[in-house]
Every structure is written in structure tokens, then in C-alpha cells.
């Protein structure tokens, strides 16, 4: 599940800024959604290692 | 910039590097598992940083800063867009590890051998790996011979810089192998960081009075390289063609999925990760903002990848500031370059001439004293022909690199092994992509690394439907 919703972010890394930001001049547009998005992307990463065991 | 500061500080920077990878001899066993892997004894922390520094090359300080010079916010997005392409990593990573440590694999080569069942496919990969990662290690090269002639105003020739850094990456790849590459990238990644973070922090201070009045000034200023496409650079087909390679360099580039092979175990492994993770996306910003900065300070440069030497040569930044943030550049592309160099020679023993173990001993020697060197001549020869392109020919590395990424996701993912169509692909993929490059097609505006990852994807999955060797595993 965490897997797909991922690839929904980073669809939406490519799609966002060339639509609906694409006429943002500011620092809250495109830089701050890049920003937004790598935050979002590093906790699901933390959440899909934290299903890891040695097991494995 | 005094010449002789420059040269000073690069002796001392070479003498305790040395001393560290000397040190780090005490633990060498004579074996190929030691000298590539360090017997997956290497500290999270250490193997965390040597990570970084070894996907983190001069690209960043150079490279990107240019590509934000150049296009703006766009660069950031592409930047974090590769950084959140270590999901390959954290989703195949386990698989990968597991297959390694079970088969005693050295190269990701073999993992890929065993995953597809045929020596071969590893074979090739290696092949194509040497083709493409050569022309990468030289890029570094010449990134360092342009700061070194940039800082001193022509005093220090390009050559001089293009020497020191392929002698020391000789000297600390050979001493210990891995050991001592990861004791010298973490002095590296420490330096890049530290480097990067000071000389941002004193040129946001000192020239703009902040954060507030910088991003105040590109506002104004440069508006338009607050969006993309923006200035026009940031197509969507340019940030497709830079970003998508990169979204999958984590287990195309052999250098960095080598890495999964050597923690202990998983939980070594999340922690590596995530150290790398979080020293990313500080490494990312701190970088952009640099870019941002040096083009509200210096508007006219007419090539983008010396925004950061000019930058140091330009400005009345202290000294040692200037100093570190040199080291830092110099840190970055060595560490990167020395890993590859190792990750190449280990596919070449072990995928090239085969895993048999009866002359470890031998391939070892064969490693350290005529692959090493060969490697580092060949890099060296290609930095002399001087390419000005850094940031276009990192990426051009991954593009054709990204042929291999079918035989992993099909393989590890989808369960498809097939050695017909591993080979297939990572072939065929291979040959588009030098092919695109070589002749600059774009169809459809479409970069090569896009065109190589269909092409070589649709030769995966046609090839293991319709192979009788074909099986879901």
C-alpha cells in the first residue's frame, strides 16, 4: 500500500509544478511543493524500512 | 587565491587522508570479499557517509549549482526526484542483500548472474558498465582540473588538478580496497558537508542579509527561475530526460547497489539508508541555494558549471572558506571516483573472469596491481580530452546505465527470471542508448534515457513471455 501511494507522490513531483504551480513566482510555489514532496517521500521510505527484520 | 595556500592545504588533505587509509590496512584480510565487501564488518555510520560521498560527486557543487544557474527551481526538482528514487533501494535492497549473502556474491553483478541464472548476464552488465561509468569518473576529473584553474586565475594548470586527484584515487583504492575508500569518504562526505554548509551560511549573510532577502531577491529578480518551465530551460522533456535515469540510480549504478551488499544485516542496512537519506536532502538544498545565490550575484557567466569556482574566485570570502569549499569539490569527486573504480575491477574479476576461488590470492593481485591501474590510466586519458559538459555527461552515464533496471525490478519484482531477456535488454537497451546519445535523437523530444528505459523494458517483458526459458520464479 505505502509502495503505491508513493508513486502517486512522485507522479505528482512530475505533474504538479509544470500545471498548477507552472505560474507561481515564489519561493512557496514549486520550491517549497519540491520540498514538500522529498519530506513526504523520506518518511515513507523510513516507514517501508521499518517493516524490515533480520529474518527476512 | 594564492597558489601556494591551494597546494598546502591539498598536501595536508592528502597526507591524512593517506593516514587513514593506512590505518585502515590493519584489518585487510587477503581475500576479494575483504578487499571489495570489507567481510561486511563496515559501522552504519561509515558505510552511511561513504554512501553519500560516493553518489554525491563533484556534479553537485558544479553540476547542479549550474543546472540551477541555468534553469532555476527545476534543479531542485530533479535533485529530489533522484533522491526519491532510493525506494529501489529500500524495496529491492533486502532482495538483493539476501541474494548476495546467500551465493556470496562481491558485484551486483553476480546478484543480477544469479537472480537470471546465467553467469553472462552479470558479464554484460559489467561490460556495459565500464562503457558508461568511465566517461563519468572522467567528468569528475575534469570538474576538479576547471576549479583548480578557475580558483588560481590560470596559475594551477588543468592538469595539475586532473593528476593529484587520479593519484590519490589510485592510493586509496589500492591500500585496502573498500576499508579504505569508506574511511576516506567519510572524511569526505564530512567535508562536503561542512564545506557546503559554511560557504551557503556566509554567502546568504554576508551578501544578501539572509534567507528572507535572497529568496526577496530571486523573486524580484529572476522570477521566472522560480517555476518551470520557467526560463524556458525546464521543459517537462528535459526534466523527464535529467530526472528519470536518476529516479532509478540507486540500483543501476553498480558503485552504490554494491553498497547493499556489504552491512551486516537489514537492520545495518535501514540505518545506512537513512543516514544517507537525511545527509541527501541536506546536501540537495544547501546546493540549489548555491546556485540561487550565484546568480543573483553574478549574472553574466557564460558557462554555468563554473558558477560555483567563480563564485570563490570572485568574492571576498574569507580564506579559509574559499579553502574548505575547494576541499569539498575535490572530496567529492575523488570519493565518487574511487568507488567506481573499485565497484568496476570487482564486476571485472568476478563477473568477467568468474567466481572460482581457487586463485583468490591472484585475482587479487590482478585487481590491485593491473586493473586499478588501468582503470585510473583510462579515466585520466579521457579527462585530458577536457569534455565542458559535467552536468549533461552525469546524466548520459545513467541513461545508458538505466538499461539494467528491467533485469533487476523483473527479476526481484515481478519474479520474471529470464537470462534471454536479462540479456536481451540490458543489451539492447545498452545499444539504443549509446546510439541516441551519440546522434542526439530526441523523438518526440524524448531524451535517450527515456527511449533506453522503454526500449529496454519492452525487450524484457516481450523476451520473458515468449522465451521457452522463461519462468515465474
Not at chain 1, 505528482?12 to 519561493?27: E, Q, W
Not at chain 2, 583548480?148 to 595539475?160: D, R, V
Not at chain 2, 539504443?432 to 528505459?453: D, R
Request: proline residues 4%.
Amino acid at each position: 500500500m505505502i509502495f503505491w501511494v508513493y508513486f502517486v507522490l512522485v507522479f505528482l513531483a512530475y505533474v504538479i509544478p509544470f500545471t498548477l504551480l507552472s505560474g507561481v513566482t515564489r519561493i512557496s510555489g514549486s520550491f517549497l511543493f519540491w520540498v514538500i514532496f522529498a519530506v513526504l517521500s523520506l518518511i515513507l521510505l523510513f516507514k517501508m524500512m521499518g517493516t524490515w527484520n533480520d529474518e527476512y | 587565491m594564492s597558489t601556494n595556500l591551494i597546494v598546502i592545504v591539498l598536501i595536508l588533505y592528502a597526507f591524512w587522508g593517506s593516514i587513514l587509509a593506512f590505518m585502515s590496512r590493519r584489518e585487510l584480510r587477503h581475500s576479494l570479499i575483504d578487499y571489495f565487501l570489507a567481510s561486511n564488518k563496515l559501522h552504519w555510520l561509515t558505510a552511511s557517509l561513504s554512501y553519500g560521498a560516493t553518489t554525491y560527486s563533484a556534479f553537485m557543487m558544479l553540476g547542479l549549482a549550474g543546472l540551477t544557474y541555468r534553469g532555476g527551481v527545476g534543479a531542485l526538482g530533479f535533485e529530489l526526484v533522484y533522491l526519491s528514487g532510493l525506494v529501489w533501494a529500500v524495496v529491492l535492497g533486502p532482495k538483493i542483500w539476501k541474494t548476495g549473502r546467500g551465493n556470496h556474491c562481491v558485484s551486483p553483478g553476480e546478484v543480477l548472474s544469479v537472480c537470471h541464472g546465467s553467469k553472462l548476464v552479470g558479464a554484460f552488465y559489467a561490460l556495459v558498465s565500464l562503457a558508461f561509468l568511465i566517461p563519468y569518473s572522467s567528468v569528475q576529473l575534469t570538474g576538479v582540473g576547471y576549479l583548480f584553474e578557475t580558483l588560481s586565475g590560470g596559475k594551477i594548470p588543468y592538469l595539475f588538478g586532473v593528476v593529484i586527484a587520479t593519484a590519490l584515487t589510485f592510493l586509496w583504492v589500492e591500500l585496502a580496497g573498500l576499508r579504505s575508500v569508506a574511511v576516506t569518504d567519510s572524511l569526505q562526505a564530512g567535508i562536503m558537508m561542512a564545506s557546503a554548509l559554511s560557504l551557503v551560511f556566509i554567502l546568504v549573510y554576508r551578501f544578501f542579509g539572509g534567507w528572507g532577502a535572497l529568496f526577496e531577491n530571486i523573486e524580484i529578480h529572476y522570477p521566472t527561475w522560480l517555476t518551470v518551465p520557467g526560463n524556458g530551460f525546464f521543459t517537462f522533456q528535459t526534466f523527464l530526460g535529467l530526472s528519470l535515469p536518476w529516479f532509478f540510480f540507486s540500483i543501476s549504478n553498480p558503485q552504490v547497489s554494491q553498497r547493499l551488499l556489504v552491512p551486516a544485516s537489514l537492520r545495518e542496512m535501514r540505518k545506512m539508508l537513512t543516514g544517507f537519506l537525511v545527509y541527501g536532502f541536506i546536501y540537495t538544498l544547501i546546493t540549489v541555494i548555491l546556485g540561487f545565490s550565484a546568480r543573483a550575484l553574478i549574472p553574466d557567466l557564460k558557462n554555468p558549471d563554473l558558477a560555483t569556482p567563480t563564485l570563490l574566485a570572485r568574492f571576498s570570502l574569507p580564506t579559509w572558506v574559499v579553502l574548505f569549499s575547494t576541499l569539498g569539490i575535490f572530496s567529492a569527486a575523488i570519493s565518487t571516483i574511487d568507488s567506481i573504480l573499485l565497484t568496476l575491477s570487482s564486476m571485472f574479476t568476478r563477473d568477467v573472469l568468474g567466481t572460482s576461488s581457487k586463485n583468490e590470492r591472484q585475482k587479487l593481485s590482478l585487481v590491485r596491481y593491473v586493473l586499478i591501474p588501468v582503470l585510473c590510466l583510462s579515466i585520466f586519458l579521457f579527462a585530458l580530452a577536457r569534455l565542458n559538459l559535467i552536468a549533461l555527461l552525469s546524466v548520459a552515464s545513467s541513461a545508458g546505465l538505466i538499461a539494467v533496471v528491467p533485469s533487476f525490478v523483473g527479476g526481484f519484482l515481478l519474479k520474471r527470471r529470464n537470462a534471454r531477456a536479462a540479456l536481451g535488454s540490458i543489451l539492447g537497451g545498452a545499444l539504443v542508448s549509446f546510439l541516441f546519445q551519440l546522434l542526439n535523437l530526441k523523438p518526440l523530444g524524448l531524451w535517450p534515457g527515456v527511449v533506453t528505459l522503454i526500449i529496454s523494458s519492452l525487450l524484457f517483458g516481450i523476451l520473458s513471455a515468449f522465451s521457452p526459458a522463461g519462468k515465474k520464479g
